[in-house]
C-alpha cells in the first residue's frame, strides 16, 4: 500500500508542475559578467547645429545588444549632449565606463557613435580623442579580457593600428581616409549605426553582425551614388579569431 501511495504522488506531483514550469531557470547567456558601454559622443551635424541621429543611434543600439544578451546590470549608455535630461561630461562617462568594466569583467564591448576628424573622434567638448587616448581607456577598462570595439565616426580607420590586439575585435564605420554618411537633420542614424541596428535582429555573432552591417552600407552608399564609400573597416585578432564563434547572440527558438 505505501509503495502504491508514493508512486500515485510522484505522478501527481508531475502533473502538478509543468513542463515549462520545471524549464524556467535558463542558463546564463555566453555575455554574462560583459562589460558594455554606448556612447554618443556628439550631437551636432557638420555646420554645428544640433541632430539627433546619434542619440537615436544609441537608444536602439542598447535595445540591440539587450535583445543580443548583454545584461543591463553591466550595461551602461550615454550622451554628451549638454542640453540632455541628465547631461555627462567625458570624464563622467569614462568614470562610468570604468566602474561598469569593475563589475562586468568576463568580456568588454566599447561603441562609440560621433564625427570624426583624419586624426581623433570628437567626445562631447573635451579634447577630441586620438588613438593613443582610445587605447590607453580600452586598456584601462578591459585590459586582456576579449573585447569588441565598433567606432562610428568619419575615419574611424585610423583608429584600428592602435586598438589591434590578439584579444580584440575593432569595426569601424570608416577607413582612415574616407568619411562615413548619414548625419544630418533629416536622418534618422547616421548610416553605419543604421546598418548595425538594422543587422543585429538577424546576426548569431558579432562576425555575422559586421559582415551584414557591412553589406548594408555598401547597398546604401550604391542607393545614393556616394562617390567614394566610407570603407567600414574590419580586424580581429587571433584570440578571438576563436573565441567570437562560440560568442553566440541570443535569439528566439520559435
Not at 549638454?82 to 563589475?103: E, F, I, K, M, S
Request: net charge positive; glycine share 8%.
Amino acid at each position: 500500500m505505501g509503495r502504491v501511495f508514493v508512486f500515485v504522488l510522484a505522478i501527481w506531483i508531475a502533473m502538478a508542475c509543468p513542463a515549462g514550469a520545471q524549464t524556467s531557470r535558463t542558463p546564463p547567456g555566453r555575455f554574462e559578467g560583459w562589460t558594455s558601454a554606448i556612447i554618443a559622443a556628439d550631437w551636432r551635424d557638420g555646420r554645428g547645429r544640433p541632430i539627433q541621429a546619434f542619440d537615436n543611434a544609441r537608444r536602439d543600439l542598447v535595445k540591440g545588444f539587450l535583445n543580443a544578451g548583454f545584461p543591463r546590470a553591466t550595461m551602461v549608455d550615454y550622451s554628451l549632449r549638454p542640453d540632455a535630461a541628465n547631461p555627462a561630461t567625458a570624464q563622467t562617462v569614462l568614470d562610468g565606463l570604468y566602474d561598469a568594466a569593475a563589475r562586468g569583467s568576463a568580456g568588454c564591448l566599447l561603441y562609440f557613435t560621433s564625427h570624426g576628424a583624419p586624426t581623433a573622434m570628437v567626445f562631447g567638448d573635451a579634447p577630441r580623442m586620438t588613438p593613443d587616448m582610445m587605447v590607453n581607456i580600452v586598456r584601462r577598462a578591459c585590459g586582456a579580457r576579449p573585447t569588441v570595439v565598433i567606432v562610428s565616426a568619419c575615419y574611424s580607420g585610423i583608429f584600428v593600428n592602435a586598438l589591434a590586439a590578439p584579444n580584440r575585435m575593432v569595426l569601424t564605420a570608416a577607413s582612415r581616409e574616407r568619411t562615413s554618411f548619414g548625419c544630418g537633420a533629416d536622418e534618422t542614424y547616421p548610416w553605419f549605426d543604421g546598418c548595425v541596428i538594422e543587422a543585429l535582429p538577424a546576426a548569431t555573432d558579432f562576425l555575422a553582425l559586421a559582415a551584414g552591417a557591412r553589406a548594408c552600407v555598401s547597398r546604401k552608399e550604391a542607393e545614393r551614388a556616394v562617390a567614394l564609400p566610407s570603407e567600414p573597416q574590419l580586424f580581429v585578432g587571433s584570440e578571438m579569431q576563436l573565441r567570437l564563434p562560440t560568442l553566440r547572440f541570443n535569439r528566439p527558438t520559435g
